[in-house]
């Protein structure tokens, strides 16, 4: 019902700044919680941050907080994570994904879409 393509990885210096994008398709995004987040390997994919369907409120993992922001436009149909002051231990291929609820989760059990993942890497 939702398809969801991330965009905006790459490779940056520790202390730089990347814009992740995912653009969902349809006509329901703004019925979805939108969420990222990322899976370095072998580690368990880890909860990043969250958004309501509104965009009024937001959630973050503890090691993210302060550094990245979660945004949502929902005219585009998009959804979007600014890293900041990124470390070395960001470095993961990043997921978008959309939860049909209210209520912001953060286990990835709990996410009914998700997309292809966009690389990483920060560089020490």
Not at 29 to 36: H, L
């Amino acid at each position: 019902q939702v398809q969801l393509v991330e965009s905006g990885g790459g490779l940056v210096q520790a202390g730089g700044s990347l814009r992740l994008s995912c653009a969902a398709s349809g006509r329901t995004f703004s019925s979805y919680v939108m969420a990222w987040f990322r899976q370095a390997p072998g580690k368990e994919r880890d909860f990043v941050a969250a958004i309501t369907r509104s965009g009024g409120s937001s959630y973050y993992g503890d090691s993210v907080k302060g550094r990245f922001t979660i945004s949502r436009d929902i005219a585009k149909n998009t959804v979007y994570l600014q890293m900041n002051s990124l470390k070395p231990e960001d470095t993961a291929v990043y997921y978008c994904a959309a939860d049909i609820t209210i209520q912001i989760r953060t286990s990835p059990s709990n996410y009914d879409y998700w997309g292809q993942g966009t690389q990483v890497t920060v560089s020490s």
